[in-house]
């Protein structure tokens, strides 16, 4: 596939850089900057040239392909467009349609492993194109040639879309599947601190009882159990981000944080069972009631909870900045009337000091 991709993106060198009725020398010197590979150069040239023939499609064409030459797809599709519209020449026209194609196709390939839904519309849209140009111009056997070189890309890229769908459909209902092994982790961890609360209880009120030793070597075998069970969720949710792939964000995923989170409650659940060998009940609890914590925001990063509490948490400092710059604007704007209104009465004063009668003298 990577051959035809070479062979359609170097097709732009057959439509060529092509001569202005008009703004001859502003476009000949354009043309041979553009031949050195000096393309802000050729660009400068075609832009004086414009300036005198503001209305040549031959001057839109050629900075079409000189920004084409410069990677910058978005603005060669408007120049060639501007091209197609303009021209009342048919071939010319057919040209620049060809060309739009390979910008289309150019932009298509730099999105296919990003957004493939947008490369595909890409990829389309450079079909359409292509078929245009030979419409036009059915001598431009390349326009045929890139269309099915186009299809091809196009079912391979279905058939890529198709299988990262299924991809994520594995990954959604792996992650549902794990979510529902946290949920239960919680209430095991909860009937946990809800038995050691009532042994902590028990202590407190008879001491440590042959019985009670009992019962605390049950409950810290159960924890254990526990533990092992959360670092096979843990394993799992490696494996599940394993098969995310890398990415800069990676760290930053809901499979990244509910991991980090279940490695926490593993951590809890090990010092719980320390706290329970030593039959130290109050803090084994403190540890398991962390653990169990932990679990939760495992639960909620999983389900997307957590990015959502973020949001709102985001959402309403933004409202309670607005609320105090709105208090701070009141406040100036109320302070701003006093002051004037101290002036005003101050200038009264005066005038009423000025305009008051002399005292009498006889």
């Known amino acids: 596939m990577k051959r035809f991709i070479l ?46 023939d503001p209305e040549s499609p031959y001057i839109y064409f050629n ?11 978005e603005k060669a599709k408007e120049a060639f467009k501007n091209a197609a519209s303009k021209t009342k020449d048919i071939k010319l026209e057919a ?9 289309s196709f150019a932009e298509a390939g730099k999105q296919t492993e990003s957004d493939p839904q947008k490369a595909l519309e890409q990829y389309q849209e450079a079909i359409s194109y292509f078929s245009r140009a030979l419409e036009d111009d059915p001598s431009l ?25 299924e991809k994520n459909k594995d990954k959604t209902d792996k992650q549902k599947e794990i979510a529902e092994k946290i949920a239960k982790l919680i209430e ?18 008879s001491g440590i009882t042959p019985t009670l030793t009992g019962s605390i070597g049950k409950l810290k075998g159960e924890q254990t159990t526990i533990r092992k069970d959360t670092d096979g969720v843990g394993s799992e949710l490696g494996e599940l981000a394993k098969g995310a792939g890398a990415n800069a964000n990676q760290s930053q995923s809901p499979v990244a944080k509910a991991k980090e989170h279940v490695q926490n409650s593993s951590n809890y659940q090990q010092l719980a069972e320390s706290k329970l060998g030593a ?22 990063a999983l389900s ?29 704007k109320a302070k701003d009337i006093i002051d004037e209104e101290k002036e005003n009465k101050k200038a009264r004063q005066q005038a009423e000091a000025g305009n008051s009668a002399p005292d009498k003298d006889w």
Do not use: H, P
């Not at 040209?95 to 910008?103: I, Q, R, S, V």
């Not at 095991?188 to 009120?205: G, H, L, P, Q, V």
């Not at 973020?310 to 604007?329: G, I, L, R, V, Y």
């Open 7 to 52: 062979m359609i993106i170097f097709g732009v060198v057959v439509s060529g850089l092509i001569w202005s009725g008009g703004a001859q020398e502003g476009i000949s010197k354009g043309n041979s900057s553009f031949k050195e590979g000096k393309f802000d150069k050729a660009l400068s040239f075609y832009d004086e040239a414009k300036a005198k």
């Open 63 to 73: 900075k079409g392909s000189t920004y084409f030459r410069m990677e910058d797809f």
């Open 95 to 103: 040209k620049a349609n060809y060309n739009l194609g390979l910008c």
């Open 141 to 165: 056997k390349d326009a045929a040639s890139n269309i099915e070189v186009a299809r091809v890309v196009v079912k391979d890229l279905l058939d890529k879309i198709k299988k990262d769908q």
């Open 188 to 205: 095991r961890e909860t009937t946990i601190m809800n038995y050691t609360t009532t042994m902590s209880e028990e202590k407190d009120k």
């Open 279 to 300: 039959q130290d009940l109050k803090n084994s609890l403190e540890s398991e009631t962390g653990a169990r914590d932990e679990l939760v925001k495992a639960l909620e």
């Open 304 to 332: 997307g909870k957590q990015n959502q509490q973020n949001q709102q948490n985001k959402d309403d400092q933004k409202k309670n900045d607005q609320k105090e710059e709105e208090k701070k604007a009141q406040a100036a």
